[in-house]
């Protein structure tokens, strides 16, 4: 595979030295894809852990007592320098799509509005 072959630089710094780089090979060769449309974050039990649980929510009402509960599949333990350099990664990738194909708006309400009217989505 040609996810296999990269190696990405991570850069290293001692206490005074200059920064070097080095390789790390990545092998994906077990790598599972997981569909996620729903999520729920929370700190552990300890000050050190930050729990994303994320999961399948098809939005299909049985009744109006009863939703169809909400299937978490996989839950991701972070500690709090990780999740801030996800977090960091993911509005940076989010920045660049709204650059390309428009504000996205996280308000479903919102987003029915505009299709029901017709009219595009307005640009961020």
Do not use: C
């Not at 599949?73 to 940076?92: E, F, I, T």
Request: net charge neutral; no cysteine.
């Amino acid at each position: 595979m040609a996810d296999e072959a990269k190696m990405p630089e991570v850069p290293l710094t001692a206490a005074g030295a200059q920064p070097t780089s080095i390789q790390i090979p990545i092998d994906v060769s077990k790598m599972q894809a997981v569909y996620a449309n729903f999520f729920r974050l929370s700190l552990s039990s300890s000050m050190e852990e930050i729990l994303v649980d994320i999961g399948l929510h098809t939005g299909i009402m049985q009744s109006p007592n009863t939703a169809e509960p909400l299937q978490f599949s996989h839950r991701l333990v972070l500690n709090p320098y990780v999740a801030k350099r996800l977090m960091d990664s993911l509005r940076q990738i989010i920045a660049r799509h709204e650059q390309l194909f428009g504000a996205l708006e996280v308000d479903a309400q919102k987003r029915l509005r505009y299709q029901g009217q017709g009219q595009p989505r307005p640009q961020g």
